[in-house]
């Protein structure tokens, strides 16, 4: 389950817990209040782990990295078309007056976006998460609803969790 890079972890770490840290803050548009204090938690925990990712990826850059001059155009290519399709539906979302449904769009571009880096980046713990942040995504919608919640604070919390657990396991299998 572990990156075939120290330096590589170190990165998701940084940018997982980063991303992280943004999920919980959309969460904060509208939850109920008695999760506010949890989602700041939560983005303070996601930030500190991006931070330490960030440190432990400096001090580890000469180690090697999945990401060369042969992968590089690849990975531009899949998070270029991720950040095309994500701008495109959330787009057509909002011209549907369907705006409420965007943090669910992107949590599912980004989630299934995982699947073609975990082999580019030879990761396996990116096949996890972007089951998990697809699957979060599709039962957003849903239990949000059924619970009178918003759809950006349960696709919030569902993904700023999912990203700071693999953030967090990722910065442990760095310094373990």
Known sequence: MSAEFARDAAVTAAIFGFFAAGWFGWAQDDPPPSWRGWLTAGSIVSMLTAIAGGVLAWQRWSTGS????????????????????AAIGAGILARLRKGDLIPAWIALVVGVHFVPLAPLLRYPLLVVVAALVSAGALAAVPIARSRGLAVSAMTGVVVGAVLLAAALFSLISVIS
Do not use: R
């Open 66 to 85: 999945a990401i060369d001059a042969t992968t590089a155009p690849t990975f531009g290519i899949i998070v270029g078309i991720e950040f095309s399709i």
